[in-house]
């Protein structure tokens, strides 16, 4: 039996408007995506049956059944969290040293009382994880260069790095430093 039967034309989008179906390409073949024709919405919908949409199923249906998701390294982790809570890197005025990527980025970390070890300056590179962490280390101002592997097992700097943002985020201090 078919997935889903003439369902799919009858079912609502979950703000209640209508939807548009329409038949596409994917990895498992074809599907039925919906497009919401609320304009004020505008959620993509795969799931046929009524008010079983998965969180999932826009990827599950570009991506197919099987897909995990893509490995990533733990800078570049650290990098999608910090956006993810609201701060905003800015590219890094020179290029990354060791290996010269582009993709060097750089954040600025409000200063808290209190927090003498917070890191105030952090130039990342996406490409090959080369760190430099400016801030009080072992009491005095310093810039720490660390190689793409002191993140696989944190090394202190980047654990209070880490402890860092998830505080200032939790403080509504992710405001844009450079402006
Ligand atoms: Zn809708
Ligand atoms: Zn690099």
């Known amino acids: ?33 919906a497009l919401c024709l609320n ?5 993509i919908t795969t799931a046929p049956v009524e008010g079983s949409e998965p969180d999932d ?28 809570l609201g ?22 970390l409000a200063p808290r009382s209190g927090h003498y070890h917070d890191p105030h300056r952090v130039l990342l590179c ?10 009080r280390i072992d009491g005095q101002s310093r810039t720490l260069a660390l190689e793409g592997r002191a993140w696989d097992e944190p090394v202190l700097v980047l654990r209070t790095l880490k402890r860092a943002i998830e505080e200032l985020a939790l403080e509504g201090q992710t405001w844009d430093f450079f402006s």
Do not use: H
């Open 39 to 43: 304009p004020g919405c505008g959620i």
């Open 126 to 135: 996406l490409a090959c994880g080369a760190t430099l962490v400016a801030g």
């Open 1 to 33: 039996m078919r997935r889903g039967g003439r369902g799919p034309l009858e079912r609502r989008c979950a703000c209640q408007a209508a939807l548009r179906w329409e038949t596409c390409e994917n990895p498992n073949g074809q599907g039925l995506l």
């Open 87 to 108: 701060f905003r890197w800015k590219p890094a005025q020179p290029t990354c040293g060791p290996c010269g990527s582009e993709l060097a980025m750089e954040l600025r």
């Open 57 to 84: 199923g826009l990827a599950r249906f570009l991506l197919g059944d099987d897909s995990a998701p893509r490995y990533l390294a733990p800078w570049t982790r650290f990098w999608s969290r910090a956006i993810a």
